[in-house]
């Protein structure tokens, strides 16, 4: 059965058809899984406070309900270093139609990932893992199962990245932490089997992982108009 939590999140996003990134990653959190740590700011003292606690230098995203590609407008900052930076973006923000605060989270290091799924209508959730980040396009390098997902698919899916051997280490680069990546998509595909009636698409990109830890720094949730 659906948590309330999360139910209470995707119910108000069906009229907008995706959750607004603050409340997406906080369904993430209820589900289980590690995001950036971060603050839906909606005054700018807020923002200043939480960066000061999480420590410089942070990221900053644009909230608004008319901005699902926040790259479109700009909404995006990135390597924010001290108070007065992100004062200028905060106001720069609070002038885009729809403005509704600002995402406020720590800077995430590692190789870039993208973890998705779509609900095909013949077939049921498909969940993808690829190189991510603003390389997805142009790499291609994805690999594709249906949910849901064991440790033998998850495998396979690693393993059947062109660029795999990234993720293992190599000529001497840092491997990546490849359990915690493994524990994050078995968790992310009980998470899309528990909420496949109720959404269209959820895609995590990038995801960052390292040799320590796999964290979710991006989320999109497309929702359905009617949920079953």
């Keep these: 059965m659906l948590k309330t939590e999360i139910r209470e999140i995707l119910l108000p996003s069906r009229e907008l058809g995706w959750v607004l990134e603050p409340e997406a990653k906080r369904l993430l959190g209820l589900a ?46 990135v390597g924010i270093a001290d108070d007065k930076t992100l004062s200028t973006v905060f106001e720069r923000y609070s002038a885009i139609k729809g403005f509704s605060g600002v995402l406020v989270e720590e800077m995430a290091s590692g190789t870039e990932l993208i973890v998705g799924a779509k609900i095909d209508y013949q077939f049921g959730p ?24 064991n440790r ?62 796999c964290v979710v720094a991006d989320a999109r949730i497309m929702v359905r108009d009617s949920f079953a």
């Excluded at 971060?38 to 200043?48: S, V």
């Excluded at 606690?53 to 990221?59: A, F, K, L, Q, R």
């Excluded at 498909?126 to 997902?149: F, H, K, N, S």
């Design 32 to 77: 289980g899984l590690e995001t950036t740590r971060f603050r839906w700011a909606h005054q700018l003292e807020e923002a200043l406070q939480f960066a000061e606690e999480i420590g410089y230098p942070v990221v900053a995203k644009v909230v608004s309900p008319e901005a699902l590609h926040k790259s479109d407008v700009d909404g995006v900052a």
């Design 126 to 149: 498909v969940v993808l893992l690829g190189i991510g980040g603003t390389g997805v396009e142009i790499y291609q390098d994805t690999t594709l199962r249906m949910a849901p997902l």
């Design 152 to 213: 033998q698919d998850v495998d396979y899916m690693i393993n059947g990245l062109k660029a795999g051997q990234l993720l293992k280490g190599y000529r001497g680069s840092e491997p990546v932490n490849l359990q915690a990546l493994g524990s994050l998509i078995m968790t992310f595909s009980a998470l899309v089997m528990e909420i496949e009636n109720w959404i269209e698409s959820i895609d995590l990109n990038p995801v960052m992982c390292n040799a320590k830890r």
